[in-house]
């Protein structure tokens, strides 16, 4: 079926220091795969971080950066330089392009903890 | 950026009781989502509304539940009657459109149901 796996439940990360929070997903009646990171700060609803729509794109936002790999599958969330205010749950989601599914699939979340 | 409010944000409800879980979208916005999430699991599609009518629904979309937006009011997810297993938080969303970036899902904070 569908389903999108984050394997790091919590990341604790200095600040300025890079980070990698790793995404896998496995589209299998989703033929057109639009990938997504949603974040949410604490006491705040979820919000769209960055999406990609394309296979082999990548997508920027704050300083963020993921890249849409077919070939593995993946959906790494990176950044150089974390700050404290990045301190936040992260969600990966899986979505479909107009004419598919319009539902959203989310893996289970990354808790950052950035310490100063 | 645009909101979308849900009201309440907590409710406690005893087993067998009626709960109307109410969600404000962004304004001009057309489609209309809820999400469900069981504590330390992922959030979980639950149904897509549009034009008045359900468009898509997940399995955890129960006899039991039914959703309305009389009038462009508020888009409203019922449960009657409820169950332990209902105690969940509940996620709406709404999105302009389905393609390009219309598609994007706005979210809100979720309402935390307690069903004792």
């Known amino acids: 079926g569908d389903s999108v796996t984050q394997t790091e439940g919590q990341v604790t990360v200095s600040e300025s220091k890079s980070l990698i929070i790793n995404c896998t997903y496995s589209?299998?009646?989703?033929?057109?795969?639009?990938l997504f990171w949603y974040v949410r700060y604490p006491g705040e609803g979820l919000q769209l971080l960055l999406k990609?729509?394309?296979?082999?794109q990548k997508g920027s936002s704050r300083g963020f950066e993921a890249t849409y790999n077919k070939e593995t599958t993946s959906f790494h969330l990176q950044k150089a330089s974390v700050q404290e205010s990045d301190s936040a749950v992260y969600y990966c989601?899986?979505?479909?392009?107009?004419?598919?599914?319009?539902?959203?699939?989310f893996g289970l979340g990354t808790t950052l903890q950035v310490q100063p | 950026g645009p909101k979308v409010l849900q009201i309440p944000s907590h409710q406690i409800i005893d087993m067998g009781q009626m709960v109307t879980l109410n969600c404000d979208p962004v304004?001009?916005?057309?489609?209309f989502y809820w999400y469900k999430q069981i504590l330390g699991q992922q959030m979980e599609f639950l149904v897509n509304?549009?034009?008045?009518?359900?468009?898509?629904k997940s399995k955890l979309f129960k006899d039991q539940f039914s959703v309305e937006r009389p009038d462009g009011s508020y888009f409203t997810l019922k449960i009657q009657p409820t169950a332990l297993e209902d105690s969940a938080v509940y996620f709406c969303?709404?999105?302009?459109?389905?393609?390009?970036?219309?598609?994007?899902?706005?979210f809100g904070p979720g309402t935390r149901l307690t069903v004792l």
């Open positions: 589209a299998t009646s989703i033929a057109y795969p639009n």
């Open positions: 304004s001009n916005h057309l489609y």
């Open positions: 990609v729509i394309t296979a082999g």
């Open positions: 969303a709404s999105s302009l459109g389905l393609g390009g970036s219309s598609y994007e899902q706005y």
């Open positions: 509304f549009y034009n008045g009518k359900v468009m898509e």
């Open positions: 989601a899986l979505g479909g392009r107009a004419g598919n599914t319009r539902k959203l699939i």
